[in-house]
């Protein structure tokens, strides 16, 4: 936890120096209370009291007390503003950390994982920082205080007092003890509920259509049953710890007033009655103010038992948080300011590459090499699970090459900031991914500048006719994910994005397989007529995509088995021909 603390600001810490100074205030207040008390306690024993000595003594306590609690509304504020200060800014290196993952480390903490960590664990931190940092400094700081006090009276008082701290104490480290783990557990569980919940949400038409309902439950009802039980048993030990409370105040009282008794009774017979009088007195008001401060001592105590509820899950979730901060990505990024005279080329020398978590030995690809020049179109075909979208993630880098090279316009894609290789590339994912906001906003996203006329133009090309026949046109509003579309539009939108980049290299993975083929022939020959100077890499299944393409690999098992144009691949490459006949008749072809 204590790793959290370098994301303080100087700011923050010097509102924290002021809330420790305001709590300190506030302490020497409440324990200066005792000596007025003990001084009212005099004056009424002493049978001659005059009501000015009364109204001055009540009037101090009055004041002491308003004094104390302007302080601490002040601390509680001043905290405030530093546990919302420090939660925002552990969210923002959070969320910074997150976009800067790989694959690879957003499988290594799942989706559902990293929400409850930016949000549920950061929420802990912040109350933890709200309450806690105020308990766990005035709870010591009184603690001391307060027994220095006691220390200089009987060793009696002293000695009942360290009986109760002692036996609170050895509560608290039990109870901690248990808890802790299951603390852990609780937040683990979190994130399995998170996921359920994600994943039903996400699926939940499948979950329909194949009358789910009741297995979804179940498995929700599994994964809440866990986390209901562990919290169960934790706020059950907690439980224990307000009776322990409890019976040690009252123990405590119980324990001071009675050897006080006993002091005041074993007073020896001076035989001055006077003196007798004073010397009980002294004692009573020496009683009453060691009441208070036992009274203070196990309130600090119970500051501390406060901090010990909050701690262990606190502690937890900073150790999640640490966790992701501290992940170094797995792609590095590059040095950047390459300078290459070469514009749209593509060339793989000897590429292999392999996931390191997948549980396979082979590797995913292996010994790829080709090349693209500029304004020229390369299609790639093979049977499912080939590692076509293996292949072209490599080139905007959502992949790292295992052994070869990856070159973009004959740079090594490692020599590249991330900025600026994909300042070169356009992307069109094989699920169409649509944010929230307008259709205009979508297409151009992630631009600084927005040219209306590009805009209409990528709607051409795009053959996304449908948003004229919109209202807002490209003002229409889009529903998050793009529910409010179709998959044939939401594709024609993202390909709309692509091209309204304009970017030296735009790949399209698998994207026109949600068009039918009439549209998928027009917006090839859009991008063929208008983006000549473009180098286009098309991912598909269908024959008729790609046939027309300058070059053609066919992958099999990570590897290529043929390369070359339609003709040449018909007459060299058997694995083509089977998937060309299997589409296309043999006059078609």
């Given at each position: ?11 923050d810490?010097?509102?924290?120096a ?15 209370m005792p ?21 001055r003594?009540g009037?101090?306590?009055?004041a ?9 509304i ?8 530093v ?14 950390k ?5 694959d ?16 549920n664990?950061?929420?802990?931190m912040?109350?933890f ?14 603690a ?5 006090k ?20 050895v509560?608290?480290?039990i109870?901690v ?5 299951r603390f852990?557990k ?7 509920i998170?996921?359920?919940t ?33 919290h169960?048993f934790?706020?059950?030990?907690m ?16 324990a ?12 020896a ?15 009573i008001e020496?009683?009453s103010?060691f009441?208070?401060?036992?009274m ?18 606190t ?7 640490v966790?992701?901060l ?7 990024d ?21 996931y390191g978590d997948s ?12 090349k693209?020049?500029?304004?020229e ?7 499912t ?8 993630n ?8 295992t ?15 991330e900025?600026?290789l ?17 259709i205009?906003?979508?297409i151009t ?18 053959h ?14 889009v ?16 390909i709309?994005r692509?091209?309204?980049?304009n970017a030296e290299?735009?790949?399209?993975d ?12 027009l ?8 983006l000549k100077?473009t ?55």
């Amino acid at each position: 936890m204590f790793k959290l603390l370098k994301y303080l600001k100087k700011t923050d810490w010097l509102l924290i120096a002021v809330s420790v100074g305001l709590i300190v205030v506030q302490v020497w207040l409440e324990l200066t209370m005792p000596d007025y008390t003990k001084a009212l306690t005099g004056i009424v024993l002493a049978g001659n009291a005059e009501m000015g000595e009364v109204w001055r003594n009540g009037g101090l306590m009055l004041a002491c007390a308003a004094g104390s609690l302007l302080a601490a509304i002040a601390c509680s504020v001043l905290i405030s503003k530093v546990a919302s200060s420090f939660s925002k800014t552990l969210r923002t290196e959070l969320f910074n950390k997150i976009s800067t993952f790989s694959d690879a480390e957003m499988k290594k903490f799942s989706t559902a994982s990293l929400i409850t960590r930016t949000t549920n664990d950061v929420m802990q931190m912040q109350n933890f920082m709200a309450m806690g940092v105020q308990l766990l400094f005035k709870a010591p700081i009184m603690a001391i205080w307060a027994i220095c006090k006691i220390s200089e009276t009987d060793i009696s008082w002293t000695t009942a007092v360290i009986v109760c701290v002692g036996v609170i104490v050895v509560c608290i480290g039990i109870l901690v003890g248990i808890c802790l783990p299951r603390f852990k557990k609780i937040q683990k569980l979190t994130d399995d509920i998170n996921n359920v919940t994600r994943e039903n949400v996400a699926g939940v038409r499948v979950v329909r259509a194949f009358n789910a309902e009741a297995y979804q439950e179940g498995k929700f009802e599994k994964v809440n049953d866990k986390i209901t039980k562990n919290h169960l048993f934790t706020s059950r030990a907690m439980g224990f710890m307000m009776p322990v409370m409890t019976i040690a105040m009252n123990g405590l009282s119980l324990a001071i007033y009675w050897i006080g008794a006993v002091l005041v009774n074993n007073i020896a017979f001076s035989g001055d009655p006077i003196a007798l009088m004073q010397s009980r007195g002294a004692l009573i008001e020496n009683m009453s103010a060691f009441s208070m401060y036992a009274m203070r001592v196990v309130m600090a105590f119970m500051m501390l038992i406060m901090i010990f509820i909050v701690l262990p899950r606190t502690m937890v979730s900073a150790k999640r948080i640490v966790e992701v901060l501290k992940t170094e990505p797995s792609i590095v990024d590059g040095k950047g300011t390459v300078k290459t005279d070469k514009v749209g080329e593509i060339e793989f020398r000897n590429v292999s590459f392999s996931y390191g978590d997948s549980g396979y030995s082979e590797c995913a690809l292996s010994n790829i090499s080709f090349k693209v020049n500029k304004g020229e179109t390369l299609a790639i075909i093979g049977a499912t699970g080939s590692s076509k979208t293996t292949l072209v993630n490599m080139i905007p880098r959502f992949h790292d090459a295992t052994d070869g090279e990856v070159l973009v316009d004959g740079v090594n894609v490692r020599d590249y900031s991330e900025k600026e290789l994909r300042d070169k590339i356009a992307l069109a994912t094989q699920k169409a991914v649509l944010f929230k906001g307008t259709i205009k906003e979508n297409i151009t996203y992630g631009a600084d500048e927005i040219d209306d006329e590009r805009v209409a133009q990528a709607v051409e090309l795009s053959h996304s006719d449908f948003v004229k026949d919109l209202e807002a046109g490209v003002d229409a509003e889009v529903a998050q994910g793009g529910t409010n579309f179709s998959g044939g539009q939401k594709q024609r939108l993202s390909i709309a994005r692509a091209l309204y980049k304009n970017a030296e290299i735009i790949i399209f993975d698998d994207t026109f397989s949600a068009l039918d083929y009439k549209t998928d022939m027009l917006v090839r020959k859009s991008i063929n007529e208008n983006l000549k100077d473009t180098t286009v890499i098309i991912v598909a299944q269908r024959i008729g995509t790609i046939k027309d393409a300058d070059k053609i690999l066919v992958l099999d098992e990570g590897k290529i088995v043929g390369q070359g144009t339609h003709k040449e691949l018909l007459e060299n490459c058997e694995i083509y021909k089977e998937i060309a006949l299997s589409q296309l008749s043999k006059e078609e072809l």
